[in-house]
């Protein structure tokens, strides 16, 4: 892996009154490679994405962006440079679709042009209908919601893209459409992009990098071949098996 | 959303300020019963016959209304008792009463030449079978049933002290009801009631006054309060006030009260023939038509209601954002507003009085704080509300705290704070009818006026438009809400 490091995760450890999340981590994510985090409920990975938005503080270590750690009077420059999809959308349903995506920039004084410019760009990606644009979340469905929600994620074109379970409420058949749609738009922009799932076989499609995490600690980290075929222990085992084929589990946990 | 509220801030300022354009020479108030409203109408036109520009302050409610106001030169005189002056306003000797007002800045005319104490009443008939015509002559009758208002039998001057004095050994003694008492005398279920002595129902009812043969209870002499400056400010008026003396003999009053309780004309122009009759003065009586009287009253109904609702949603609407964002002024915000609600709308206009005056000013504060709880309450609720999600897509997306609030979260919670605006707009219109009790005019003054004339369709002329005025409001929010709220937030139709 040539590339430099966009985010490290430097000795990470955050607790939520007496349970621990996230157990004295190091990791770092390379740029312009899609770097996935997977594992079970509550492992922590969603944690570990909320802590590079800048939305949870860790109690101890460091989380450092472009070699810079995050201190409060660097969010709102590194905010600037992140893109934020999260599993429902996130989008405010006060807003129309295109409301949604120009806010900020219109917030920041971008000509109407620029918007409008930038909005065609990203109607052509996330290849959403232009009529689409006037209405309203609840107006949208579930799929074409999260595709506002990318455009709106990439308005500003950011440097680094996290997308926490961004799929996980879409019905199989849109979701697997997205999933190809998402692949394709992130090899075509060469964005870092953290992504969370708990699903290996989405996790697989989407990165060459998959850290599958277990109770706040790295419990393997690799490609999806490796992770299979190559278990570091018993959970990795247990976690790949059981999604590849319901029910087998409990008898292959140790 | 921006201009309507800066607009109705800018309507609201200029209401105000027409409510304080023409500032009269002298402003006389009087109680909310019908002898106080006649005699501070003879008062009126007489100060206007004597070339002073005259404001009348009508029915207001009660004596700490009318005394706070006199201190406070928001009315310069009324019509006022002497054991009134003595027992609840002072309390000291009515010999001394003079001095004690001079020291408040405030002079006592010489007394208008009747005496409206306390006397018990019995029907004639039966006091003229009986032999009754003192009070020592109950003490023979201990059969007798009495019936007494309720503020009499409790207070130290009224039955306690009465039946002391007496030694009355009368055991059928119930309080009840004023005017209640004169039914059950006329039904005769009770045989002797407290009244006052010009009262109109005494001919009515052709009732005997009993003689206070011990001289127990004190003088109700009437003489008008008004404030010392008035003798330079306006001399005319004080003039005006001493051709008064000793003009108006309790038989005079009693039938001056007749007519305006019991014929039901209008004070002013019992007050107009009392001057003609008894000083040959001839005054304007001012009259207003019934329409003119509506609008003039709806007029003050919404610049109470309007003004008060328009300052309080500038003041609740940050308090409820602060509410929001800090859990701990947020507790202490919404208990503060949640007090302010308990404290009775009588008891928060008089509390008002002495930092206010009267009128409209001390009113809108009222209803100004009563319209802060809704309004904060639901602008907590609304941002309370809003899904984490939400929250935390805003702040990434990088919008400032400032924006969040403008762009996302005042939106977002646009509904809740519409419905509690709304509840508070229905809230004040129904209590706004109260500020007539200090002097703000409104819905609540044909409600003031026919309760005290015991009339249901003068009452109905306040209460009807003030429950029609809801209901516009009601609809009129509706409107409201389509326009400021997102239709993204409305369920699809």
Redesign the interface.
């Known amino acids: 892996m040539p590339s430099k490091p966009a985010i490290e995760f430097d000795h990470v450890t955050k607790a939520f009154g007496a349970h621990v999340a996230i157990r004295a981590i190091d990791l770092s994510i390379p740029s312009s490679r899609t770097t996935v985090l997977i594992g079970p409920s509550g492992c922590g990975k969603s944690t570990l994405l ?1 802590m590079v ?3 949870i503080e860790p109690d101890e270590g460091r989380v450092r962006i472009d070699g810079r750690s995050l201190a409060p009077a660097i969010l ?1 420059a590194v ?2 440079r ?1 893109g ?1 999809v ?3 959308g ?7 679709a295109r409301e949604n995506v120009s ?2 920039a219109r ?1 920041r004084g971008w000509s109407d042009t620029a918007m409008r410019v930038r909005l065609t760009e990203l109607l052509d990606l996330a290849q959403l209908p232009t009529t689409a644009l006037d209405r ?4 949208l469905s579930g799929g074409q919601r999260q595709r506002v929600s990318l455009m ?1 994620a990439l308005m500003r074109d950011p440097e680094i893209l ?1 997308l926490d379970e961004p799929l996980g409420a879409l019905d199989p058949m849109i979701r697997s459409e997205l999933q190809h749609e998402l692949r394709r738009i992130f090899r075509q922009l060469h964005k870092t992009v953290l992504l969370v799932t708990h699903d290996l076989a989405e996790a697989g499609y989407f990165g060459e990098d998959i850290v599958l995490m277990r109770e706040g600690q790295i419990a393997q980290r690799g490609t999806l071949e490796s992770l299979v075929d190559d278990p570091a222990d018993g959970f990795v085992r247990a976690f790949v098996n059981a999604q590849r084929q319901p029910g087998t589990a409990s008898e292959a946990a140790p | 959303m921006r201009s309507i509220c800066a607009l109705w801030v800018f309507a609201s300022l200029a209401l105000v300020n027409l409510a304080h354009a023409d500032d009269p020479d002298v402003t006389i108030g009087s109680k909310k019963f019908t002898e106080s409203v006649v005699l501070a109408e003879i008062l009126s036109q007489l100060a206007t016959e004597h070339g002073a520009s005259v404001r009348r302050r009508s029915e207001l409610g009660g004596t700490r209304v009318l005394w706070s106001a006199l201190q406070r030169g928001a009315i310069d005189a009324y019509p006022e008792y002497t054991g009134t002056v003595a027992t609840e306003i002072l309390d000291t000797r009515i010999d001394d009463l003079r001095e004690r007002l001079k020291a408040e800045g405030i002079a006592m005319s010489a007394p208008l030449g009747f005496n409206n104490t306390y006397v018990l009443g019995m029907r004639e008939a039966q006091a003229e079978q009986l032999g009754v015509e003192t009070i020592s002559d109950l003490v023979e009758h201990p059969e007798l049933r009495f019936g007494f208002s309720n503020e009499f039998m409790d207070r130290e001057d009224g039955w306690p002290g009465l039946r002391r004095t007496y030694s009355l050994p009368q055991r059928d003694v119930r309080g009840m009801d004023h005017d209640l008492a004169y039914r059950g005398l006329a039904a005769g279920s009770i045989d002797v009631v407290d009244l006052y002595a010009t009262d109109a129902e005494i001919e009515y009812y052709g009732l005997r006054r009993l003689r206070d043969d011990l001289d127990y209870f004190p003088r109700y002499d009437a003489v008008i309060l008004y404030r010392v400056d008035l003798e330079t400010r306006a001399p005319g008026v004080v003039t005006a006030f001493e051709r008064l003396e000793d003009q108006v003999s309790a038989a005079e009053m009693t039938r001056l009260n007749a007519e305006a309780k019991i014929d039901k004309r209008p004070p002013a122009e019992i007050a107009s023939e009392f001057l003609f009759h008894e000083l040959g003065v001839q005054t304007e009586a001012p009259s207003e038509s019934a329409w003119g009287r509506f609008w003039t009253n709806t007029w003050a109904h919404l610049v109470l209601v309007f003004v008060s609702l328009g300052m309080a949603i500038l003041a609740a609407v940050p308090l409820g954002v602060l509410a929001a964002r800090r859990e701990r002024a947020g507790q202490w915000i919404l208990g503060t507003v949640g007090i302010v609600q308990t404290i009775p709308a009588l008891a928060l206009l008089v509390f008002m009085i002495p930092l206010l005056g009267i009128g409209a000013a001390p009113a809108i504060a009222a209803l100004f704080l009563y319209s802060l709880l809704p309004i904060v309450r639901n602008t907590y609720a609304g941002l309370h509300d809003i899904p984490r999600p939400l929250m935390e897509s805003a702040v990434v997306l990088g919008l400032t705290p400032r924006e969040r609030l403008r762009h996302v979260e005042l939106p977002l919670a646009a509904r809740s704070i519409l419905a509690g605006v709304k509840t508070s707009a229905v809230i004040n219109i129904g209590t706004a009818t109260l500020g007539a009790l200090i002097g703000t005019g409104g819905y609540g003054q044909p409600i003031l006026t026919g309760i005290r004339l015991d009339d249901v369709s003068l009452i109905m002329q306040g209460a009807v438009p003030a429950a029609g005025l809801a209901l516009v409001c009601q609809a009129a929010f509706e409107v409201a809400e389509r326009r400021i709220v997102s239709r993204g937030l409305r369920p699809p139709d």
């Open positions: 909320r938005a800048g939305l709102p905010r600037d992140l934020y999260i599993q429902e996130g989008l405010f349903p006060h807003l129309t806010l900020v917030l309203y979340p609840l107006e709106r996290l």
